[in-house]
Nanobody, 121 residues
Framework: QVQLLESGGGLVQAGGSLRLSCAAS????????MGWYRQVPGHGRELVAN???????NYADSVKGRFTISRDNAENTMYLQMNSLKPEDTAVYYC???????????????WGQGTQVTVSS
């Protein structure tokens, strides 16, 4: 099995910053793309940003210039630095990873449990 453990959520005032982390562990041979998604009640899960294994990044228009996604392949960890936070960034943030398992040698898609980010106005 593969586990994704998120941390770093919390309550912050508008204009503030938070840094989310996602650590992958378990039956891992290789991690391909990783990403952060967010969801608010009554809405679907939306992509915030993703990053390939070679560091190519992609951002939702709503967070461009404010959020930065990065990863440490040696530590199997991904980060999301969130600056200039707005109340509309309030959501549960989920980590996603597409991996190749050690055994059986096959691909799998995994999600973390989610971490709450609340931005007060």
């Amino acid at each position: 099995q593969v586990q994704l453990l998120e941390s770093g959520g919390g309550l912050v005032q508008a204009g503030g910053s938070l840094r989310l982390s996602c650590a992958a562990s378990g039956n891992l041979f290789k991690i391909n793309a990783m990403g952060w998604y967010r969801q608010v009640p009554g809405h679907g899960r939306e992509l915030v940003a993703n990053i390939t294994s070679d560091g190519t990044t992609n951002y939702a228009d709503s967070v461009k210039g404010r959020f930065t996604i990065s990863r440490d392949n040696a530590e199997n960890t991904m980060y999301l630095q969130m600056n200039s936070l707005k109340p509309e960034d309030t959501a549960v943030y989920y980590c996603n990873a597409n991996v190749i398992r050690i055994f059986p040698r096959s691909r799998g898609d995994y999600w973390g449990q989610g971490t709450q980010v609340t931005v007060s106005s």
